[in-house]
C-alpha cells in the first residue's frame, strides 16, 4: 500500500514539475538525443565489426583434417586404454 501511494504521489510530482519545467525538459531532450544517436551507432559499429571478425575465424578454420585418420587414431588409442586397464585390473 506504501508503495502505491508513493507511486502515486512521484508520478503527480512528476507531471506537475513536467508542466511547470517544460521548457527545460526539451532542452534535455534535445541535448540528450544525439549524444544516444551517437553512443548507440559506436555500438553497432562495434557489434558489427566483432560478428564480422567472427565470421573470419570461421572461414579459417573450415580447413578439418580428413575424418577416416580421426577415427582410425581414436580407435587405437581406445584400444591402447582397454589393454592399460586390462593390465591394470590383473596387476
Known sequence: ????IG?????VLG????AVFFKA????????VPVMLLLGGGLALYLGFDELKDTWK????TTLPSEPD??????????????????????
Open 58 to 61: 570461421k572461414d579459417e578454420d
Open 7 to 11: 507511486g502515486a504521489v512521484a508520478a
Open 70 to 91: 580421426d577415427v582410425d587414431k581414436y580407435k587405437r588409442e581406445i584400444d591402447d586404454l582397454k589393454k592399460e586397464i586390462e593390465t591394470l585390473k590383473k596387476g
Open 25 to 32: 525538459f526539451l532542452q534535455l531532450i534535445a541535448g540528450s
Open 15 to 18: 507531471i506537475i514539475g513536467l
Open 1 to 4: 500500500m506504501k508503495t502505491l
